[in-house]
């Protein structure tokens, strides 16, 4: 028995806690997480909302099992992350305790509810409960010797072919709201390590379209690398661990990133639910996917690509692919003539351009009011000449309503070229046209730039990312700007999210801002409050500045911290009383 101590820390964040529909006696369960790799062992986290016996029912009961081996010694410890990363309500087993596979050791009293759900203590972060475990495992015992298949995933060492085995559980099947055409995504796993690749599962409670919404469709979906050849198989697992109603494929498929693959009609939705079928066990609808991956391949291997825009390195012309995304299409707020105004873009090095698209969801004037107008705009240098064409993404990432402009323009800055009618609004409002996907509109704008003209040939600071070539250091200006902002519908605790922005390349980092119109919590509900949120890696050391632009250009309302912060991933720091919202 070896003597060495596996440390681990697992965060495990649960969204609209307060909404949860776990009774007294019922668990949510984390995903499964693998610590180690010769001593491997597999674990858990348990939360039960409404606490594991009717002596905690007023508190929230937390507990870590493990999955495997058979038997642990442990040291751990919970304690809640607030809005600042901060651990609170810290709760400490001191001694090692001998742990059995699926059992669990943990608190049945944690946190009171009532003292969770009150705001004012600042545990839940916009209705999300977040749980840090640290783990110290002292000894792992099996007492089965024999390889055994991992609980969530499993891949051999073999570099032809990768064998994976993901199940996932979904709570309270039988009261989902999705919609046909919605999915539920599962957590991502990942398998493999020198040829790594990630996955996820889509499962459609009423089915995908108009021709399955009479059954649950379900989609093992590629999320790294660009493709995949692979054989999968799916199954419904019963309250016996009986693998039922197993569909696969014989020949192997190949996968697209982002495109999911599987079975549209996978099982018929009231014989599912009809409970002498016993395939739902307490309404939990436990799904067993199996893949054996026989070839992965990435369409840019050794290369990061920017995680908005493609470009070349050539000198004398410029290519560039943009996509950009507007959720919720359909409950725009803007008038004829007001516009959406897409993150900024930055295309090229030695001669670099700035750029971003305008949106109009009712048109840019009286005459295009039942159209879709989209433009690009330059933004710097002063004068470009470039040729670019429009397109609608739909469900399968295919090219829909392609408008080209085939002359060159001469753009100048500030300035947008496009079209004043792209798409007729009830068009493309129209479900079975197939150009909105869950409401949202994705545009791809493909531009070639032949020429770039300064009339000022200082160097000047991006506009949205500037970012150092050192090693130890990254330094970034983003501006986002919202639109109608006094109609903003966010109460108190709700955030507006900017779109994500990367930093660097060698090493690369991802952010948004968070922003809260009406506070982040009662004692901030008269103000504004911003925040600065790491995205990747899964920590960082940064100091930051905000300010508002006005009209002018000019910066006003300057707040900054003058020592580095620790930034962990997902949890945003700034200012909860950045400026008070009726000054």
């Known amino acids: 028995m070896e003597s060495k101590i596996n440390k681990f820390n697992y965060i495990c964040s649960i969204p609209n806690f307060s909404l949860r529909p776990e009774k007294t006696g019922e668990k949510i369960m984390s995903s499964t997480f693998v610590i180690g790799s010769e001593e491997r062992s597999e674990w858990s986290i348990w939360v039960y909302p409404n606490g594991n016996k009717e002596k905690s029912k007023e508190y929230v009961s937390v507990y870590l099992a493990l999955l495997k081996p058979d038997k642990a010694k442990i040291k751990h410890r919970f304690s809640i992350l607030n809005d600042m990363g901060e651990e609170k309500n810290i709760l400490i087993v001191k001694n090692v305790i001998d742990l059995d596979k699926e059992n669990g050791r943990g608190f049945p009293k944690f946190v009171k509810r009532d003292f969770l759900l009150d705001e004012s203590n600042g545990l839940l972060v916009n209705d999300k409960l977040t749980i840090l475990c640290e783990g110290e495992i002292v000894e792992l015992k099996s007492e089965n010797r024999e390889n055994s298949i991992s609980y969530d995933v499993f891949y051999t060492n073999r570099t032809d072919v990768n064998h994976l085995k993901y199940i996932y559980t979904v709570e309270n099947f039988s009261l989902r709201p999705e919609k046909t055409g919605e999915k539920i995504i599962s957590p991502t796993f990942v398998v493999g390590s020198e040829e790594r690749s990630e996955w996820c599962l889509h499962i459609c409670p009423n089915g995908q379209d108009k021709y399955s919404k009479e059954y649950i469709s379900v989609y093992l979906t590629l999320l790294k690398p660009d493709k995949a050849k692979a054989k999968y198989r799916f199954s419904i697992l019963n309250d016996k661990k009986e693998e039922k109603h197993v569909k696969f494929v014989t020949e192997s498929e190949d996968f697209v990133k982002d495109i999911g693959l599987g079975f549209s009609q996978f099982v018929k939705k009231v014989f599912l639910l009809d409970r002498s079928n016993s395939l739902l066990f307490n ?15 990435s369409e840019n291997p050794g290369n990061i690509k920017s995680y908005d825009v493609l470009y070349t390195s050539q000198t004398d012309v410029n290519n560039f692919k943009y996509e950009y995304t507007i959720q919720n299409f359909s409950l725009r707020p803007e008038k004829t003539g007001e516009k959406i105004i897409s993150p900024t873009f930055v295309v090229g090095s030695e001669e670099r351009s700035e750029w971003h698209l305008w949106v109009y969801p009712n048109g840019d004037e009286e005459e295009s009011k039942e159209y879709v107008s989209v433009y690009l705009a330059l933004l ?42 792209y798409v007729k609004k009830n068009f493309l ?22 020429e770039l003209i300064s009339e000022n040939h200082e160097i000047s600071i991006p506009y949205d990312v500037l970012y150092t070539s050192q090693t130890n250091v990254n330094n970034f200006k983003y501006e986002y700007t919202i639109q109608n902002f006094s109609l903003r519908p966010e109460k108190t605790g709700e955030k507006i999210i900017s779109p994500t922005f990367v930093v660097g390349s060698e090493e690369r980092s991802e952010w948004c801002l968070h922003i809260c119109p009406n506070g982040q919590d009662e004692d901030s509900k008269e103000y504004i409050s911003v925040y600065l949120t790491l995205l990747k890696p899964d920590k960082a050391k940064a100091k930051y500045r905000f300010s508002i632009l006005n009209d002018n250009k000019e910066e006003k309302n300057v707040k900054f911290v003058t020592e580095s912060k620790d930034f962990v991933k997902d949890i945003g720091l700034g200012f909860s009383q950045f400026v008070k919202k009726v000054f």
């Open 283 to 297: 309404d939990k609808l436990t799904i067993v996917c199996e893949a054996e991956i026989i070839k992965l391949e």
């Open 380 to 421: 710097k240098p002063d004068k470009a000449k470039i040729k670019f064409g429009f397109s609608i993404l739909n469900d399968n990432e295919k090219k829909n309503n392609t408008r080209i402009a085939y002359n060159i323009i001469d753009q100048n800055k500030e300035y947008g070229w496009g079209f004043t009618k």
């Open 429 to 450: 409002l129209d479900k079975s046209n197939g150009l909105l996907v869950n409401d949202k509109l994705t545009i791809l704008c493909e531009t070639e730039i032949f």
